[in-house]
T-cell receptor, first 108, second 112 residues
Framework: KNEVEQSPQNLTAQEGEFITINCSYS?????LHWLQQHPGGGIVSLFM???GKKKHGRLIATINIQEKHSSLHITASHPRDSAVYIC??????????FGEGTQLTVNP | GAGVSQSPSNKVTEKGKDVELRCDPI?????LYWYRQSLGQGLEFLIY????????KSGLPSDRFSAERTGGSVSTLTIQRTQQEDSAVYLC??????????FGPGTRLLVL
């Protein structure tokens, strides 16, 4: 069993839909990251959080430390949101352990 | 430039050859990370540098892999005697202390 599990692995949505991607982890962490990997391969850090909730534009990330669970929400999804979304947890030191990613496709 | 840069962007080499991959972090960033993403696989941590501290090498897959960071800035990842399973995208990231990581575009390595 991976230390970081994401669901779903693949997600197809229609433009405008509300999207949720989930991340569960089994180890103690100091922080959790949500990353976006574009079709061309570039990776962008969306959020780093250790408690509560963060919002940036149409993106919202939440984390429940007791339940070892985080969610990434996208409101009013758009085709340009199509990408792989990756959850990563910071464990010992500063190394990150990554989930397998969620491939999101938003159709117009 | 303002972002993390990596070179080369693509590298094709023959099995058994040595390769060097370069990363230029964002100026002022104290932490530098190397990751690997094999085809169809998730991201994998390789090594982490923070200031003048000893690097965290716990993710290096074998002793054929090594990395150094000179002057607290540029880093080089070296793979000796490359194998086909080393084919992957090698990504570098930097951050100020342990804050948000900024990723470079990666080096696509193909070992024939």
């Amino acid at each position: 069993k991976n230390e970081v599990e994401q669901s779903p692995q693949n997600l197809t949505a229609q433009e405008g839909e509300f999207i949720t991607i989930n991340c569960s982890y089994s180890v103690g962490i100091s922080a959790l990251h949500w990353l976006q990997q574009h079709p061309g391969g570039g990776i962008v850090s969306l959020f780093m959080l250790s408690s509560g909730k963060k919002k940036h534009g149409r993106l919202i990330a939440t984390i429940n430390i007791q339940e070892k669970h985080s969610s990434l929400h996208i409101t009013a999804s758009h085709p340009r949101d199509s990408a792989v979304y990756i959850c990563a947890v910071k464990t010992s030191g500063s190394r990150l352990t990554f989930g397998e990613g969620t491939q999101l496709t938003v159709n117009p | 430039g303002a972002g993390v840069s990596q070179s080369p962007s693509n590298k094709v080499t023959e099995k058994g050859k040595d390769v060097e991959l370069r990363c230029d972090p964002i100026s002022g960033h104290t932490a530098l990370y190397w990751y690997r993403q094999s085809l169809g696989q998730g991201l994998e941590f390789l090594i982490y540098f923070q200031g003048n501290s000893a690097p965290d090498k716990s993710g290096l897959p074998s002793d054929r892999f090594s990395a150094e960071r000179t002057g607290g800035s540029v880093s080089t990842l070296t793979i000796q005697r490359t194998q086909q399973e080393d084919s992957a995208v090698y990504l570098c990231a930097s951050s100020f202390r342990q804050e948000t990581q900024y990723f470079g575009p990666g080096t696509r390595l193909l070992v024939l």
